[in-house]
């Protein structure tokens, strides 16, 4: 690890430091201007891959709301899924003096020269949601635990297959269905823990012969999706439609999908081949992840079977504590300090949980924990 924070406004961050463990005195009796003012001599960069996904947009915003909220300085930028972008994004924070970096990568072997100069500056470096692969220079991770979001999409596909109860548990049907697997991009570490986790959870299904992968096409190279894109989905299934199904006439139960955006690709490109409007019409069984509201609403209207919710107010709010600890020239506190080798080092890592979405569910889940809106569900568009 290394010396932490820089040394830019020392007293400010002690000062800081003070004020978020509730020490301070209300008078004021210590450094001017108090914590408040030692907040505003940090600033922490905050790199967000896209503005073309609900979910990072809600994550930049719930990041900077929170960072705001404690009293830092914050530049929040959004790379447009573009890597060139983000790396001149990271070098111009580091220029204008950012403290602190909190980074969810593009690509997550692209920066080693951006965290290489901002270790030299002393900056510390939190991969938020996506690890930073191949280099020393990234200190702490805050995540989910994406295992197990795989292993709840395959769940969740199970369960709409008729093969797991409510409760997850096996019901003992053996009738045989047949599906299809996509995963997410191959540039994104998590892509391979979710994959991993779910096809984990197929593994008992796939290998008794209750599941059949139609098109035979299970290895993470050839069923991944480049930048989670939705286009590059529905071109997948459209040609899997006629290679495999005979342009759809052919049956087809379930489609096993890492992402809400991917999601929707596949069910378009089913729709159009007639497998229905509707899981009740005869659409088949798919999964999703980020309960974006446009995919929740397809599940309250039967469309898309499930999702994975994975409350992005919590991932920042963790970021922000990440930040705060080094902020006070502290270690975050991790809850998982084995799971994340980047291929030079383990991560120290926060995982949080999440949840499987169904149509029974989303209102305990979404609506009362405030995430979305009944007026946005019934849109589905974000107010």
């Known amino acids: ?224 999706t480049l930048r989670w894109d939705q286009a590059t989905a529905q071109k997948r299934m459209e040609d899997l439609l006629t290679s495999t199904y005979d342009g759809g006439s052919k049956p087809l139960d379930g489609v096993l999908s890492p992402y809400d955006g991917i999601s929707r690709g596949i069910i378009t490109a089913l729709d159009n081949a007639g497998y229905g409007a509707t899981i009740e019409a005869g659409l088949p069984v798919v999964s999703g992840q980020d309960a974006e509201i446009a995919s929740v609403k397809m599940i309250r209207d039967g469309v898309q079977y499930a999702t994975i919710f994975k409350d992005t107010r919590k991932l920042a709010t963790q970021a922000v504590a990440a930040a705060s600890a080094y902020a006070e020239g502290e270690e975050p506190e991790a809850n998982d300090t084995e799971s994340y080798d980047n291929g030079l080092k383990v991560v120290p890592s926060f995982l949080l949980e999440s949840d499987i979405v169904v149509s029974d569910n989303i209102g305990e889940l979404l609506v009362d924990s405030g995430y979305w809106t009944e007026d946005e569900i019934e849109a589905g568009v974000a107010e």
């Not at 300085?73 to 602190?100: H, K, R, S, Y």
């Not at 297959?161 to 995963?183: P, R």
Request: charge should be negative.
């Open 1 to 224: 690890m290394r010396n932490g924070l820089r040394m830019i406004g020392v007293t400010g961050v002690v000062a800081l430091g003070i004020g978020l463990a509730g020490c301070a005195s209300d008078g004021g009796s210590g450094s001017e201007g108090g914590s408040e003012g030692a907040a505003e001599d940090i600033t922490v960069g905050v790199a967000m891959p896209t503005e073309t996904s609900e979910r990072w947009i809600a994550d930049g915003e719930a990041v900077e709301s929170q960072l705001e909220e404690a009293g830092y300085e914050v530049d929040l930028q959004f790379a447009n899924d573009d890597i060139p972008t983000q790396q001149q994004q990271l070098d111009q924070m580091i220029t204008n003096g950012a403290d602190i970096l909190i980074v969810a990568s593009i690509d997550g072997t692209a920066l080693a020269t951006q965290l290489e100069n901002a270790a030299g500056k002393g900056i510390p470096i939190i991969a938020y949601d996506r690890l930073i692969n191949g280099t020393e220079n990234v200190d702490f991770y805050v995540t989910f635990d994406n295992y197990t979001v795989g292993v709840q999409q395959a769940q969740s596909l199970l369960r709409g297959l008729g093969y797991l109860d409510e409760n997850y548990e096996e019901t003992g049907l053996d009738e045989e269905k047949i599906i299809e697997v996509f995963a997410g991009s191959p540039d994104d570490n998590n892509a391979t823990f979710f994959y991993n986790g779910a096809m984990d959870t197929l593994k008992p299904f796939l290998d008794d012969g209750r599941l059949t992968i139609g098109s035979g096409q299970d290895d993470f190279d050839t069923v991944s």
